[in-house]
């Protein structure tokens, strides 16, 4: 809040001094209308001053919208940490202090599982961004059948959210196409896209997901549906920042604000680009993803 503040201090500063140098300089300019040498000095002097009052108050701008991402940033990563940690406590000293049944004991080792695997994504997460942020992070590059991927990573997400098998329909290519890239990589980008399409959904969950190659035969696009909660159109382009979280009651759901982020940055890494798609707010989301195809495709069905 302090820092905030001061921002703001720094900011009304920079307007004010604006409007005094454009004051002083007219009136400067009327008095010395003859003397037109003076006067184009002057207004080149002028134009410097009012350029770095500028380029401050930009500055300051930006210093507080980046200030209050990362206020939010922390609060939603001490949400995302002091929640299940503070349950997983009250299940332990509920076992410790009190004689509970066998199927209620069964029950409590469940949700502690549950929110030990959130804690777990949390954390990763976290890394995954700062070691996104490395220049010199080795890869382990190999051609991925990325259709065996998006279903491992499908697989994946129907068994940690405990869905029914059809939740997530998979429209899958008749040959295995692959890419040049870090598996695990790409793996985080779709099990973090699907975790999100099961995330802004609601009870009645219908994802699916549809892998095809463009209409050249160089890239292959992957297509990701959910019914969802839908995304605001002045949203689109921001929600694969980092720390961005889509603001409104209804849109806010666990989570750090880095998940599209990691998504976008992953993608990028290896030659592709992902667009997002909503008709607004309760229409579900469409998130398209364009990989470059390696020269090697196996054409056994």
């Excluded at 040498?37 to 001053?49: D, M, N, P």
């Excluded at 350029?51 to 939603?76: C, M, P, Q, W, Y």
């Excluded at 160089?218 to 002045?234: E, F, L, Q, Y």
């Excluded at 993608?267 to 607004?280: F, L």
Aim: charged residues 25%.
């Amino acid at each position: 809040m302090r820092r905030r503040k001061t921002a703001i201090f720094f900011l009304v500063l920079g307007i004010s001094l604006s409007g005094l140098a454009i004051a002083l300089n007219v009136g400067w300019i009327l008095l010395n209308l003859r003397e037109v040498v003076i006067l184009v000095i002057g207004i080149i002097f002028f134009a410097a001053i009012i350029t770095g009052l500028i380029l401050n108050t930009i500055f300051l701008v930006r210093e507080i919208r980046r200030s209050e991402k990362h206020d939010a940033f922390l609060n939603a990563v001490t949400h995302e940490l002091k929640t299940p940690i503070a349950s997983i406590k009250l299940y332990l000293e509920t076992l410790r202090s009190r004689d509970v049944p066998e199927e209620k004991r069964a029950e409590f080792y469940d949700a502690m599982l549950a929110d030990s695997d959130r804690l777990l994504k949390t954390v990763e997460q976290i890394l995954e961004a700062g070691r996104l942020t490395e220049k010199r992070r080795e890869f382990h590059i190999t051609d991925v059948d990325i259709g065996g991927l998006i279903a491992e990573a499908a697989a994946s997400t129907i068994a940690s959210h405990k869905l029914d098998e059809n939740t997530i329909k998979l429209s899958l290519p008749e040959r295995s196409l692959y890419v040049s890239g870090d598996a695990e990589e790409l793996r985080t980008a779709f099990t973090n896209l699907l975790d999100n399409a099961v995330k802004y959904s609601g009870d009645d969950r219908r994802i699916s997901v549809r892998i095809s190659t463009t209409a050249m035969g160089r890239r292959v696009a992957i297509v990701i549906r959910d019914n969802g909660i839908g995304i605001p159109s002045s949203e689109l382009k921001r929600i694969f920042k980092r720390f961005h979280r889509v603001a409104g009651g209804e849109l806010r759901a666990k989570g750090t604000g880095l998940g599209l982020f990691i998504v976008r940055s992953i993608i990028e890494r290896h030659g592709g680009r992902i667009k997002a798609d909503s008709r607004g707010t309760g229409h579900g989301s469409t998130f398209s993803i364009h990989l470059p195809l390696t020269e090697y495709e196996d054409t056994a069905n």
